[in-house]
């Protein structure tokens, strides 16, 4: 029997879907932060890893699917870090991210754990520099929330329609500039040491603070994007979904409608936000330092920006 045209031929260390594209980008990751993978069992685990090894080495089984090799890749993508080759603790997973509907602290607390345990693991961190990146990241995160919700309270000059606007919007550049601060904070590090950059063979050709740099400005930048579909769109749309004559009429299907919609935005926000950019980028090694670009006739280099 075919099989479905959605599994093309297996490429080991390969994404399943096109990485050109901002679509291609977004299935890959969709398929990634599937939940069902926080609940796949250590010989579950063991099988995919050890299939993967057996394609590898030449020596699967006969009748084995594509199907069953793009799952297997799924599974240990989903699990274990690829500079590591270590699992990842289950709740820092991004299958297992939950950005919102928590204290503050606790969330932003999460996210510090998240931004490491998904950081470009390149170079080995001591635990005193992630003590230190994790107290100044929640700390620098709650205080910029927190002040930023204090500050559109206390301002009187605007009319009562106007705050509960500005209410409604102000949980989105407060909690992006924290996920910034928490970002930076946790993975300093990397400016530091720089993180390994590799040929088009994979081979290091040599550690870089620029690419570090770029490494995370990207992962910024999906951290603003990250809370855009949870707390702007479901306002927005609520807003005018209210106004129709459906929910007129129907005041008591308000809060289930307004339940499904941030629902949806939540499923979404993730694998949009990290869809921005490739997980492996790539960079001219013009604009690296002169010793890398030296080091190499490639005209650009990859790196893991992490997730």
Sequence with gaps: MAEPAEYPPFQLGKPRFQQTSFYGRFRHFLDIVDPRTLFVTESRLKEAVQLLEDYKHG???????????????????????????????????????????????????????????????????????????????VISAVSIAVGLNVLVQRANKFTPATRLLIQRFVPFPAVASANICNVVLMRHTELEEGIDVLDSNGNIVGSSRIAAKHALIETALTRVVLPMPILVLPPIIMSILEKTSLLRARPRMVLPVQGFVCLAAFGLALPLAISLFPQMSEIETSRLEPEIAMATTNKTVVYNKGL
Excluded at 62 to 86: F, M, R, S, Y
Excluded at 106 to 116: D, F, I, K, T
């Design 59 to 137: 020596t699967l089984p006969p009748g084995v699917t594509n199907k069953e090799l793009w799952g297997a890749q799924k599974i240990k993508q989903a699990i274990i870090h690829p500079d590591t080759n270590e699992k990842i603790f289950m709740p820092f997973r991004m299958s297992g991210y939950i950005p919102f509907g928590t204290p503050i602290w606790l969330n932003q607390s999460h996210n510090a754990c998240v931004n490491y345990a998904n950081r470009n693991a390149t170079k080995p961190s001591p635990t005193s520099k992630f003590i230190q990146g994790y107290l100044g990241a």
